[in-house]
């Protein structure tokens, strides 16, 4: 039975009384508290972003203690689901790092607190209007989660290594046999959203996937993409026998010359790693003619966190523009922000403005016309277990 089927929905939740309450009640609730968060861990910048600069200053501005956990997808889930099935009341974790299938998941069995996000001052300034940022996974948020941070898939290469990047599905197969032992897929959240962009390709369009999950076409177009990659398999890293099974994995893969191509769900992440010296600065990112999945990422408050005021604050304070403006920058992180620069200030639109350019990644405005919205969470769901059972173990 798959992790969804087996989820009961939640009667027991949190009172919702801060809904109601005016933001200045919310803020004094919040000083003197401590927030805990349960987030993917798996980049070190990431990691310093919040260590260095968000946690100090929830300190020094509201006097909350930002405790940081790992923790992503299935796991939190299952944390969620053993807190509905023993009725507890107040959990152990606040926020969460979240998008996609996780949110859809708590959704269904009400593990999420909320609508809060229209409660924070700094929802005004959110592009919600933007179909990436309002909808996740063909999902509205309705006020459940909190935009954090906009990206696409992006596939990273050397450019002194490879002088043409394979394009499209067609140029990759025949990269992929001309290099072998050279590519390969992550089989995790990166690798499953290069997947799906595959499938969406596949199907012609995001358009013919909108919507909620089909049957008939999922089976349909999942065969051209088993058919696709087992055309390759022989020749992908280890002849396809394995696959790497974090992003970590696959970029040091590559920066030590055993891939030629690696992928980031970041399109500006290329910056980032040079920045880092993990990459060399021959590295280059692009996405695919046939067009690459953009969406956000977003944080979720619990059904029954134990600090939902403090949760809040924190929520408002990272979509607030001194935060996304901090995180944007490429020796930061580069992560792309959720927020409608025409809404801030002159002098905070100059400040975005004058963020260092991005020099081994393409310009947003250059890939943006290449975007597919993400299709429906059960396609990823599915991917993932048909990946293993058709590629994997065939």
Same mark, same amino acid.
């Given at each position: 039975?798959?992790?969804?089927?087996?989820?009961?929905?939640?009667?027991?939740?949190?009172?919702?009384?801060?809904?109601?309450?005016?933001?200045?009640?919310?803020?004094?609730?919040?000083?003197?508290?401590?927030?805990?968060?349960?987030?993917?861990?798996?980049?070190?910048?990431?990691?310093?972003?919040?260590?260095?600069?968000?946690?100090?200053?929830?300190?020094?501005?509201?006097?909350?203690?930002?405790?940081?956990?790992?923790?992503?997808?299935?796991?939190?889930?299952?944390?969620?689901?053993?807190?509905?099935?023993?009725?507890?009341?107040?959990?152990?974790?606040?926020?969460?790092?979240?998008?996609?299938?996780?949110?859809?998941?708590? &959704?269904?069995?009400?593990?999420?607190?909320?609508?809060?996000?229209?409660?924070?001052?700094?929802?005004?300034?959110?592009?919600?209007?933007? &179909?990436?940022?309002?909808?996740?996974?063909?999902?509205?948020?309705?006020?459940?989660?909190?935009?954090?941070?906009?990206?696409?898939?992006?596939?990273?290469?050397?450019?002194?290594?490879?002088?043409?990047?394979?394009?499209?599905?067609?140029?990759?197969?025949?990269?992929?046999?001309?290099?072998?032992?050279?590519?390969?897929?992550?089989?995790?959240?990166?690798?499953?959203?290069?997947?799906?962009?595959?499938?969406?390709?596949?199907?012609?369009?995001?358009?013919?996937?909108?919507?909620?999950?089909?049957? &008939?076409?999922?089976?349909?177009?999942?065969?051209?993409?088993?058919?696709?990659?087992?055309?390759?398999?022989?020749?992908?890293?280890?002849?396809?026998?394995?696959?790497?099974?974090?992003?970590?994995?696959?970029?040091?893969?590559?920066?030590?010359?055993?891939?030629?191509?690696?992928?980031?769900?970041?399109?500006?992440?290329?910056?980032?790693?040079?920045?880092?010296?993990?990459?060399?600065?021959?590295?280059?990112?692009?996405?695919?003619?046939?067009?690459?999945?953009?969406?956000?990422?977003?944080?979720?408050?619990?059904?029954?966190?134990?600090?939902?005021?403090?949760?809040?604050?924190?929520?408002?304070?990272?979509?607030?523009?001194?935060?996304?403006?901090?995180?944007?920058?490429?020796?930061?992180?580069?992560?792309?922000?959720?927020?409608?620069?025409?809404?801030?200030?002159?002098?905070?639109?100059?400040?975005?403005?004058?963020?260092?350019?991005?020099?081994?990644?393409?310009?947003?405005?250059?890939?943006?016309?290449?975007?597919?919205?993400?299709?429906?969470?059960?396609?990823?769901? &599915?991917?993932?277990?048909?990946?293993?059972?058709?590629?994997?173990?065939?």
């Amino acid at each position: 039975m798959s992790l969804f089927a087996a989820c009961k929905t939640s009667t027991d939740v949190v009172s919702d009384d801060y809904l109601n309450k005016p933001w200045d009640t919310i803020i004094a609730s919040a000083k003197g508290t401590t927030v805990n968060l349960t987030m993917w861990q798996g980049d070190p910048y990431i990691n310093k972003y919040m260590q260095d600069y968000v946690v100090p200053h929830l300190k020094s501005q509201f006097n909350i203690n930002l405790k940081i956990a790992a923790g992503q997808g299935n796991e939190v889930v299952k944390l969620i689901m053993n807190d509905i099935e023993a009725n507890r009341n107040a959990g152990n974790i606040d926020l969460l790092w979240i998008n996609g299938e996780t949110f859809f998941q708590l &959704r269904q069995v009400n593990g999420l607190y909320g609508p809060f996000v229209n409660k924070l001052p700094n929802a005004e300034f959110v592009d919600f209007e933007n &179909r990436f940022i309002g909808i996740d996974f063909q999902q509205k948020i309705d006020g459940y989660e909190c935009p954090w941070g906009n990206v696409q898939l992006a596939i990273i290469y050397d450019s002194l290594k490879v002088s043409e990047p394979p394009k499209d599905l067609t140029s990759l197969a025949e990269f992929v046999k001309a290099n072998p032992g050279k590519f390969t897929i992550p089989y995790e959240f990166t690798g499953l959203t290069l997947l799906k962009s595959w499938l969406i390709t596949l199907a012609g369009g995001d358009e013919m996937l909108a919507g909620d999950f089909d049957e &008939r076409k999922y089976e349909k177009y999942s065969n051209l993409l088993w058919n696709y990659i087992n055309s390759i398999k022989p020749y992908l890293w280890k002849q396809g026998e394995t696959f790497p099974s974090s992003l970590a994995q696959m970029h040091q893969m590559y920066a030590n010359g055993e891939l030629l191509l690696t992928f980031s769900n970041n399109d500006g992440e290329v910056d980032n790693k040079v920045l880092q010296g993990l990459f060399p600065n021959s590295s280059r990112a692009y996405v695919f003619e046939g067009g690459t999945i953009q969406n956000s990422h977003y944080m979720g408050i619990t059904y029954n966190a134990p600090n939902v005021p403090g949760a809040m604050v924190v929520c408002n304070f990272l979509m607030s523009p001194e935060a996304q403006y901090e995180k944007m920058k490429p020796a930061i992180w580069g992560d792309g922000t959720i927020l409608n620069l025409s809404k801030l200030t002159p002098e905070w639109q100059q400040k975005f403005d004058d963020i260092p350019s991005r020099k081994y990644s393409p310009k947003r405005s250059e890939i943006q016309p290449f975007a597919l919205m993400e299709i429906a969470p059960e396609y990823m769901i &599915r991917l993932f277990d048909d990946f293993r059972k058709y590629v994997i173990e065939k």
